[in-house]
């Protein structure tokens, strides 16, 4: 089995679901603790797949994760477990210490303890791949051309320099303790079971309910958008194929201003669903203030995974943003448990006593 951490949140969800979508693959044992991040409805699909084994707890937690490891004979980490989001960072940086940093720690050192006991072939073939972010490079001048693998670090907010410092533990563990590990950077994802904290899930939520849409600053910040389905294809491919101790940047050269994107989705909704008033969700735009610190300019170059792991992303930016739209048009019960907080109410009633498994 692979061991998947923060696997029921935005991205790390996507990816059990596409993993699990292949009959042929390994089982899943999804460790998460279930931050208000975590939801366990976008895997209700697989409520009856005994091939997934849902963890709830701590990647901090050592105990706990060395005996994952050892009960399921783990032969590969896929690594998702982060407080995620930048302007919470800013708000309290407290929690992104303790998850990114010395979670991150504490799950090395218990794969590590468990990785050294393996026999020779399987420490040969045992994987840890570690999900990191665009945003440990800094931010970019209009001119400068795209984060490649050898940008120095210059991260800027409490949550990237959280994982800047998790992506250089685990560089460490690799040079020192020889752990196999990989490490992927990627760029802003987009798509289904999004929490509707960040842009896009936002927008397309608050326009729907009549409610303004929150530019912040003048809106030309620039990100690099990549549908979190590519996103998964390339941790498949890299966990498959990539070189050990090696990281590799994941985007799909989709770089908008963020008040294009909010336009672009304003018009698939006057499309999709338009206001009964004939208006168009564009009017509900409104200017905020700016985010402390916010960086100008994201862009990925992902050359390195398409020349040596063939890895290509299958989404442009308007076929995916579509697709988006569509989505959360179609699953008002995701979206519904997420607003009214019921997703939470299940979940404490579930877990209210942690099982640990
Ligand atoms: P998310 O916030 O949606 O989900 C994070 C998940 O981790 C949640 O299910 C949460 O319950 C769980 N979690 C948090 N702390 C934990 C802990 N201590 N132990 C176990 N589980 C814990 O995040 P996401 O957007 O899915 O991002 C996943 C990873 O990808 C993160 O490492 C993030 O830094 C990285 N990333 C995200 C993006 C993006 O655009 N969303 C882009 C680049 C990189
Ligand atoms: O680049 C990768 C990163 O992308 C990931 O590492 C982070 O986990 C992920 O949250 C995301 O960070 P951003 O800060 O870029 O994403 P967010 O959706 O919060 O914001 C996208 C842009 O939109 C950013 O420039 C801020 C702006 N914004 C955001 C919100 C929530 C607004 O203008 N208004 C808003 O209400």
């Given amino acids: 089995m692979i061991l998947v951490t923060g696997g029921a949140g935005f991205i790390g969800g996507n990816f059990v679901l596409d993993w699990l979508g292949n009959p042929s693959a390994e089982g899943v044992v999804n460790l998460d603790k279930l931050t208000y991040a975590g939801n366990l ?17 701590d990647i901090s937690n050592y105990e706990l994760v060395l005996s994952l490891l ?9 690594n998702f477990a982060a407080e ?18 010395v979670g991150t720690f504490n799950l090395l050192e218990a794969v590590r303890a468990y990785w050294s006991d393996l026999p020779e072939s399987e420490k040969k073939s045992f994987r840890f791949l570690h999900v990191s972010t665009d945003e440990v ?6 001119a400068d051309p795209a984060f490649s693998e050898t940008n120095p670090y210059e991260p800027n907010s409490p949550y990237s320099a959280s994982k800047a410092a998790s992506d250089h533990l685990v560089r460490a563990w690799h040079h020192t303790y020889g752990l196999p590990v990989l ?18 899930p936002l927008v397309i939520l608050n326009a729907l309910a009549g409610k303004p849409l929150p530019i912040y600053g003048d ?24 070189k050990l101790g090696e990281t590799y940047n994941v985007g799909s050269w989709n770089e908008k201003p963020n008040l294009d994107v909010v336009h672009t989705i304003c018009s698939i909704l006057d499309s999709l669903r338009p206001k009964a008033d004939g208006t168009s969700y564009a009017s509900q735009i409104t200017y905020v203030k700016d985010r402390p610190g916010h960086d100008r300019r994201y862009a990925i170059d992902a050359t390195k995974l398409e020349r040596e792991l063939g890895w290509k992303p299958a989404e442009t930016f308007e076929t995916g943003i579509r697709k988006t739209v569509q989505w959360y048009l179609d699953n008002q019960g995701w979206t519904n448990g997420v607003l009214s907080g019921s ?4 979940v404490q009633k579930q877990y209210s006593n942690p099982t640990d498994q």
Avoid: M
């Avoid at 409805?41 to 707890?57: K, W």
């Avoid at 809106?219 to 990539?242: N, P, T």
């Avoid at 997703?343 to 299940?346: G, N, V």
């Fill in 219 to 242: 809106g030309q910040q620039i990100r690099d958008w990549l549908y979190v389905k590519d996103h998964c294809s390339a941790i498949r491919r890299v966990l498959e194929a990539g």
């Fill in 70 to 78: 050892k009960k399921h004979s783990i032969r590969a980490v896929v």
């Fill in 183 to 200: 490490t992927t950077n990627c760029s802003n994802n987009y798509g289904p079971y999004h929490f509707p904290e960040k842009l896009i």
């Fill in 84 to 101: 995620s989001h930048v302007d919470r960072s800013i708000h309290g940086p407290g929690d992104f210490i303790q998850t990114n940093v």
């Fill in 41 to 57: 409805t976008t895997l209700q699909s697989l409520s009856s797949d005994t091939r997934h084994v849902f963890a709830h707890g």
């Fill in 343 to 346: 997703y939470r109410d299940w």
């Fill in 137 to 142: 490079y800094g931010s970019l001048s209009p």
